[in-house]
């Protein structure tokens, strides 16, 4: 079992930045890789950035390149997306998802545990 809680989310003026932090326990960290998805209302949750258990492959959604990066610490447990140049389109809850493989996907079915969201809001 993997727990993943997190934070980071909040408010911001388009332009602006946030960066996104998602606590993970319970399993081998480096042997999971993990993925952020959003999700808006009335739409489908969507992949933004996936990172391999061993940061050697990462995955971008064509709307967040150039604008968000995705990082993993293995020690802290912990994976990050730095957000900049925030548009109101990027408002969504925010997910953190893990999978027990090194090895990642962009299939949200691919993804076995979740955390509870974060609300990201990007005023215009």
């Known amino acids: 079992q993997v727990q993943l809680v997190e934070s980071g989310g909040g408010l911001v003026q388009a332009g602006g930045s946030l960066r996104l932090s998602c606590a993970a326990s319970g399993r081998t960290f480096s042997g999971q890789s993990m993925g952020w998805f959003r999700q808006a209302p009335g739409k489908h949750r969507e992949l933004v950035a996936a990172?391999?258990?061993?940061?050697?492959?990462?995955y971008y959604a064509d709307s967040v390149k150039g604008r968000f990066t995705i990082s993993r610490d293995n020690i802290k447990n912990t994976v990050y997306l730095q957000m900049n140049s925030l548009k109101p389109e990027d408002t969504a809850v925010y997910y953190c998802?893990?999978?027990?493989?090194?090895?990642?996907?962009?299939?949200?079915?691919?993804?076995?545990?979740w955390g509870q969201g974060t609300q990201v809001t990007v005023s215009s």
């Open positions: 998802a893990a999978r027990p493989f090194t090895s990642l996907t962009i299939a949200a079915s691919g993804y076995d545990y």
């Open positions: 990172i391999a258990g061993s940061r050697d492959n990462t």
